[in-house]
Antibody, heavy 120, light 110 residues
């Protein structure tokens, strides 16, 4: 059974940093692209970032480019999102999702999400 | 990248059919077969309902179907059931090597 478990969400001040983690199990982690998707309070889903299976290719939404960094540790079956220079508009539930071989195809499994609140 | 356009809400009675549209541009929906649909119940992770325009993953009811014409994709749910009440999102790959979601549609089963 595929499982994705996010952690690391917290309350952080504007301008601060936070690292999210997503522990994966139930599939060959290194074979699949992975994504982060977020949902701000009362808003819709927003794709944030993606990474290829071997970590060699990364992709970002314009809203986070230059501030967020996606990475993965295939030996630990774990996906990360390093978030720097956080803004109030980054407040959201962040979901980890499994892609297919190539990141642009679809997200077939999702975690339950972790809440990031950016506020002073 | 602007969000794809979906109606904010749709509703239907049990047993009826509804259709949710998802309009993009010739740089996303109109250009690629990589359009997918997700069902999202509050407090849970979203669920993949349709991938590559019209394909259903195993385990998804055949009451869910989808298609695409030009820059607009559509999701149809037939034989509406109370459990179908949720938010629905479309998404597409884009020519900028990003992914874009629709704004979401709240489905109410009357």
């Amino acid at each position: 059974e595929v499982q994705l478990l996010e952690s690391g969400g917290d309350l952080v001040q504007p301008g601060g940093s936070l690292r999210l983690s997503c522990a994966a199990s139930g599939f060959t982690f290194s074979a699949y692209a992975m994504n982060w998707v977020r949902q701000a309070p009362g808003k819709g889903l927003e794709w944030v970032s993606a990474i290829s299976g071997n970590g060699g290719a990364t992709y970002y939404a314009d809203s986070v480019k230059g501030r967020f960094t996606i990475s993965r540790d295939n030996s630990r079956n774990t996906l990360y999102l390093q978030m720097n220079s956080l803004r109030a508009e980054d407040t959201a539930v962040y979901y980890c999702s499994k892609g297919n071989i190539w990141f642009g195809e679809y997200f077939d499994y999702w975690g339950q999400g972790t809440l990031v609140t950016v506020s002073s | 990248q602007s969000a794809l356009t979906q109606p904010a809400s749709v509703s239907g009675s049990p047993g009826q059919s509804i259709t949710i549209s998802c309009t993009g541009t010739n740089s996303d929906v109109g250009a690629y077969k990589y359009v997918s649909w997700y069902q999202h119940h509050p407090g849970k992770g979203p669920k993949l309902m349709i991938y590559e325009v019209s394909n259903r993953p195993s385990g998804v009811s055949n009451r869910f179907s989808a298609s695409k014409s030009g820059n607009t994709a559509s999701l149809t749910i037939s034989g509406l059931q109370a459990e179908d009440e949720a938010d629905y999102y479309c998404t597409s790959y884009t020519s900028s090597s990003t992914l874009v979601f629709g704004g979401g549609t709240k489905l109410t089963v009357l």
